[in-house]
Structure formats: structure tokens, C-alpha cells
């Protein structure tokens, strides 16, 4: 049995959106759990110092580690779960889709960088990569969709953001 290509499309959409929005989710609950222990200083030194001492961190992270996160530790203890909880609310609502999804990704590889795996991250690796392949059908039941429906549908800037968006 074939479905008609709408139908296909719509079937899409609602697959595409409920990876979005699960994965919006997970990152929610990952930066509410950090602000509600207190997530800050402390933590990021301890990512610093473990990452220092692990054979399986690649060199160029270690350098990272000590010379931004070590840096500036007071910054990244509050920014992490803030962008955490931000990206999130953005995925959730479907704003900045795709860059969304890109920044989720980078944020993973930064945790598996650090040795820091837990069993959802390849489940929100999985999801977002979905999302970014599949942007424009997981930004289509969002409120990128509403804003762009009230704009004109011929506006080239409305059309080329559609993608990003």
C-alpha cells in the first residue's frame, strides 16, 4: 500500500517534529537537573582536572579544557546549563531548527570529547542528526511555521530561511 506524497509529507512532518521535540526535551530536563545540583564552578575545574588525567581525551580537548573551561570556570558553570535549557525551549518550540540541531550535536561531541557518556547521548546524537537532516519537515509543525505564515509566502529572504529556521 502506498500513501499519496501528501500524506507521505505529513507522516514525515509528525515523525520528524516528535524527534524534535523529545530532543528538546532531553536537553530541558539535562539543564533543569544541573541548575536544580547546583551545577557551577566546581563542576567545570572537575571536567578540567579529569580531563587532564584521561588517556582517552584527545590532546587537542585537554588543551581546550585547560585554556577556556580552566580559564573561565564561573562562566561555563553558569552558561552550560543555560544553553542546555536554552536549546531546549528552542527545539521544543521549533525556533532556529537547524542550527538548533547543529549546536546540539557539537554540544555531544563535546561531552564525548570530555569522556563524559551517559546512555541518552547517542539516543540525542540519533535525534539530532534526524533533525538536522530532516529540518524542514521538523520545523514544520513550529512556531518558525507560524511567524513565516504570516510574512509573505514570495518574500526570497522568508523562502531562503525557511531552511535555517
Not at 577556556?68 to 531548527?97: D, H, Q, R, S, Y
Request: aromatic fraction near 12%; charged fraction near 10%; include cysteine.
Amino acid at each position: 500500500m502506498t500513501f499519496p506524497t501528501t500524506t507521505r509529507a505529513r507522516v514525515a512532518a509528525i515523525v520528524t517534529t516528535l524527534a524534535r521535540v523529545a530532543l528538546g526535551a532531553l536537553w530541558i530536563n539535562e539543564g533543569l537537573l544541573k541548575y536544580h545540583a547546583g551545577f557551577g564552578r566546581a563542576d567545570i575545574l572537575l571536567v578540567v582536572h579529569s580531563t587532564a588525567q584521561n588517556p582517552r581525551v584527545p590532546d587537542f580537548y585537554k588543551f581546550f579544557t585547560a585554556n577556556a573551561l580552566g580559564k573561565a570556570p564561573e562562566l561555563f558553570g553558569f552558561g552550560v546549563p543555560l544553553l542546555e535549557t536554552c536549546l531546549g525551549i528552542a527545539l521544543v518550540l521549533g525556533m532556529f531548527t537547524f542550527p538548533a540541531a547543529l549546536v546540539s550535536m557539537a554540544e555531544l561531541c563535546n561531552y564525548w570529547f570530555a569522556d563524559q557518556l551517559i546512555t541518552q547521548y547517542p539516543i540525542m546524537m540519533a535525534l539530532s542528526a534526524a533533525v538536522a537532516a530532516f529540518a524542514p519537515s521538523a520545523s514544520r509543525y513550529s512556531l518558525t511555521t507560524v511567524v513565516l505564515r504570516t510574512r509573505s509566502t514570495t518574500n526570497p529572504l522568508a523562502v531562503g530561511l525557511r531552511r535555517w529556521l
